[in-house]
Nanobody, 123 residues
């Protein structure tokens, strides 16, 4: 079973993008979900996490106030709205899922990874 991320592309600094991650609810019911990213030459890092109900969210300090994570379980989709993008946000973005606590996924304990989508922030 795969998570499917989409929405990446080329955007100028200061611009916005919205990433989407489709997930089959019948498989990922009650799962915590989130986003990670990996920039060229760097390790994969946590970006944001959201609980099953959407009531709990956490963000990496580097994206707080600029990125917003959300999910629509009725439509089997999780989102990452990215505003005020910077060149240092350039990376491959991955969606992830875990049965358990948001804290565990934030720490990299992921049960399922999606294929990445490339975001390039450049003028």
């Amino acid at each position: 079973v795969q998570l499917q991320a989409s929405g990446g592309g080329l955007v100028q600094p200061g611009g916005s993008l919205r990433l989407s991650c489709e997930f089959p609810v019948r498989v990922f019911s009650k799962y915590v979900m989130g986003w990670f990213r990996q920039a060229p030459g760097k390790e994969r890092e946590f970006v944001a996490v959201i609980s099953w109900t959407g009531g709990a969210k956490e963000y990496a300090d580097s994206v707080k106030g600029r990125f917003t994570i959300s999910r629509d379980n009725a439509n089997n989709t999780m989102y990452l709205q990215m505003n005020s993008l910077r060149p240092e946000d350039t990376a491959v973005y991955y969606c992830a899922a875990r049965a358990g606590s948001p804290g565990a996924l934030k720490g990299g304990q992921v049960d399922h990874w999606g294929k990445g989508t490339l975001v390039t922030v450049s003028s």
